[in-house]
């Protein structure tokens, strides 16, 4: 057992999830309430750039260091062994990771608010991808996107040698990178 992957049990995985809730709903609020007057439009492209921008990290985090750098692959066949088991990294890590490649070098190039957006539009996607890819292996399918997205990474998790569909909450990069 691994000191950043490992399976968890139910109230630890359970809590990635209200951290990361609590979070995004912490920093929207922040922005709202505190960040400069006349500053919401740049500040709300900056959360959508964060958004859009976690959609390459998933697919760039997933190809290359899941599936391609020791001890990442390692840890993440743990997952492609038993695809329902609660494995995850801890919170502490993941949030550590958001802060010190997200926040901090925004907040050094672009200031403290444009940092806060950037980082929140990072957080939800983030979120999202969580959210997604626990219902993709354990909700049974309410909907189309739901049934589309669980064919998708089922080819990912039983396709031939695993090289294929990297994105989790989307098939864009796949698509422009020719993974699909």
């Known amino acids: 057992m691994s000191l950043l992957t490992f399976e968890r049990g139910r109230l630890a995985y359970g809590a990635d999830f209200a ?45 290359f260091l899941l599936h391609g750098l020791s001890p990442f692959r390692e840890w993440h066949a ?13 919170t502490f890590f993941s949030a550590g990771l958001l802060f010190l490649l ?24 983030y979120l999202a991808y969580a959210v997604a890819h626990h219902a993709t292996h354990h909700w049974r399918p309410s909907g189309e996107w739901l049934r589309r997205n669980k064919r998708w990474h089922a080819a990912h998790h039983h396709g031939t040698g695993q090289e294929r569909c990297f994105g989790v909450t989307n098939s864009f990069w796949d698509r422009v990178f020719g993974t699909a």
Do not use: D, K, N
Not at 23 to 44: D, H, K, M, Q
Not at 78 to 90: L, Y
Not at 103 to 113: D, E, I, K, T
């Open 102 to 125: 997200v926040y901090v070098p925004a907040h050094l190039l672009f200031g403290f608010w444009a940092a806060c957006a950037l980082t929140l539009g990072v957080t939800a996607g």
């Open 19 to 63: 951290f990361y809730g609590l979070a995004v709903v912490a920093l929207a609020a922040w922005l709202i309430v505190g960040s400069p007057r006349g500053e919401g439009l740049a500040l709300s492209a900056t959360c959508a750039g964060g958004l859009f921008a976690w959609t390459l990290i998933e697919y760039l985090f997933h190809r």
């Open 78 to 90: 743990q997952h492609h062994a038993r695809p329902t088991a609660r494995i995850a990294s801890p």
